[in-house]
T-cell receptor, first 110, second 111 residues
Framework: GQQVMQIPQYQHVQEGEDFTTYCNSSTTLSNIQWYKQRPGGHPVFLIQLVKSGEVKKQKRLTFQFGEAKKNSSLHITATQTTDVGTYFC??????????FGAGTTVTVRA | EPEVTQTPSHQVTQMGQEVILRCVPISNHLYFYWYRQILGQKVEFLVSFYNNEISEKSEIFDDQFSVERPDGSNFTLKIRSTKLEDSAMYFCARVQDTEAFFGQGTRLTVV
């Protein structure tokens, strides 16, 4: 499957602040998906991006797909304690297999 | 939300023993997947199963692993002789309209 690299591995955020996590590939991606995994939980689908330069928003979450379709970002504004967890980017192949990045684990200081 | 139910939620087994992890989809889908997540690491693809046959498997999925759909509904992952490094969360998943739905997972602990 296609390889994606995620940075940072860990993100410690003060409640109320913003942060961004990045997903990068050396090759052009057909799509990028984002999942959230709460501590002790299972991955939960957040969004899929397929178009060059695409931007989608879900409340305080903004997802972006790069113009070259080689990178993606997830930006969270006004972080809350409910945002705690690990955020994974992943690529869905033609046979519906997911290749995950290593994830960004987010902790929030109240 | 389409559900995928996994049993057991937690399995402790001795090294060398066989374990069977089960996945029960809510509907009769053809495509299923098993993923593994070692504690603190990323989710890794193990195997895809389509129409009662293995469609693709990763290098992790060696001869110790097998998948079956024994009764047309339950979907099982068997590890024949467990090793310490098999300790992980095992997730079953299905895909609908490009969105993957994961089960709650089985935490396998090999001692």
């Amino acid at each position: 499957g296609q390889q994606v690299m995620q940075i940072p591995q860990y993100q410690h955020v003060q409640e109320g602040e913003d942060f961004t996590t990045y997903c990068n590939s050396s090759t052009t991606l057909s799509n990028i998906q984002w999942y959230k995994q709460r501590p002790g939980g299972h991955p939960v689908f957040l969004i899929q991006l397929v178009k060059s330069g695409e931007v989608k928003k879900q409340k305080r979450l903004t997802f972006q797909f790069g113009e070259a379709k080689k990178n993606s970002s997830l930006h969270i504004t006004a972080t809350q304690t409910t945002d705690v967890g690990t955020y994974f980017c992943a690529v869905l192949s033609n046979d519906y297999k997911l290749s995950f990045g290593a994830g960004t684990t987010v902790t929030v200081r109240a | 939300e389409p559900e995928v139910t996994q049993t057991p939620s937690h399995q402790v087994t001795q090294m060398g023993q066989e374990v069977i992890l089960r996945c029960v989809p809510i509907s009769n889908h053809l495509y299923f997947y098993w993923y593994r997540q070692i504690l603190g690491q990323k989710v890794e693809f193990l195997v895809s199963f389509y129409n009662n046959e293995i469609s693709e498997k990763s290098e992790i999925f060696d001869d110790q692993f097998s998948v079956e759909r024994p009764d047309g509904s339950n979907f099982t992952l068997k590890i024949r002789s467990t090793k310490l490094e098999d300790s992980a969360m095992y997730f079953c998943a299905r895909v609908q309209d490009t969105e993957a739905f994961f089960g709650q997972g089985t935490r396998l602990t090999v001692v």
